[in-house]
């Protein structure tokens, strides 16, 4: 008891500092027309092809897209930043046209990307300082301090390091892959669908329908079991290699199998309610264990 009413007042210090140097709605406001006015200003001169309405609208769909990848970032403490700057390269290229398509597409690209990514890191950088008791004004300052040093020494470090190396040559030691792919991705958005292959887009349409019953399925019908994951297909190639490794040696694995279900935390608590642990103990599967407080997402609604 004396342990739970110590944690209840050192979060309440730390509601109180984070909250007694709060930063004015108005002045993130101001901040980011602000900058925004600059951005439509000074991107177009740089990049003729890139018109000063194209920089509005990346700026229009950045906070809708930051505050997405804020929350989900939140949740499940990856950061797809990336993904939601293609959204933008898709739309910007198709809507320059040919002529202008792939640079605008690029650029529109850069800038949305790089506004949800930091969205996402201030918000951790925020809940870090409402752990450690920091000021977030002054936090704010330090994010500010940081960026002006980046504006000033990120473009010759570039430049320095541009002209130094043959980067960007598929047959040198630096290929910059990532910058083939976007340019790729830029011109596909130039193309349209007509440049996908067959069936593609019905196909992403099915896994899109897919994705989302599936979602509408987990909030509507009674939870039970759930098999949530969110991983890259390298995940599927360590799990075959894993498995061709146990069928070539006699041995056992030293760790099991991971298991593929994941318990609601809610279902194991009614199922613990209904059953006493002396039967919990003769038969685990009857009432499983909940999961660790950090996996279970059914508690936040994910």
Request: hydrophobic share 50%.
């Amino acid at each position: 008891m004396a342990d739970a009413d110590t944690m209840a007042l050192d979060d309440l210090q730390r509601d109180e500092v984070f909250n007694k140097d709060n930063i004015p709605t108005w002045l993130a406001y101001t901040g980011y027309a602000l900058l925004g006015v600059i951005a439509v200003i000074i991107i177009p001169v740089m990049f003729r092809q890139v018109r000063w309405y194209y920089v509005v609208v990346a700026y229009l769909l950045a906070p809708v897209l930051g505050f997405c990848n804020a929350y989900g970032t939140g949740l499940t403490d990856m950061n797809m930043g990336y993904n939601y700057g293609k959204i933008a390269l898709f739309i910007l290229a198709a809507w320059a046209g040919k002529d202008n398509g792939v640079v605008a597409g690029l650029v529109g690209c850069g800038v949305v990307k790089q506004l949800v990514l930091i969205s996402a890191d201030l918000m951790h950088d925020f809940k870090t300082g409402h752990l450690t008791l920091t000021s977030p004004r002054s936090m704010l300052v330090g994010q500010a301090v940081g960026t002006l040093m980046g504006c000033i020494l990120a473009p010759p470090t570039f430049m320095l390091f541009y002209r130094a190396f043959d980067v960007g040559n598929p047959d040198g030691y630096w290929k910059a892959p990532y910058a083939l792919i976007y340019r790729n991705m830029a011109i596909l958005g130039v193309e349209g669908f007509s440049a996908l292959p067959r069936h593609y887009v019905q196909l992403c349409a099915g896994f899109f329908a897919f994705a989302v019953s599936a979602n509408l399925a987990w909030d509507l019908l009674p939870r039970r079991l759930a098999m949530s994951f969110l991983v890259g297909g390298s995940f599927f190639i360590d799990m075959c290699r894993a498995w061709g490794l146990r069928r070539s040696s006699a041995r056992r694995p030293l760790l099991p199998p991971l298991p593929l279900v994941a318990v609601n935390p809610r279902t194991a608590r009614r199922c613990a309610s209904k059953h006493p642990d002396s039967a919990r103990e003769r038969s685990p599967q009857v009432c499983p264990a909940p999961p660790p407080v950090g996996l279970a997402a059914g508690e936040n609604g994910a």
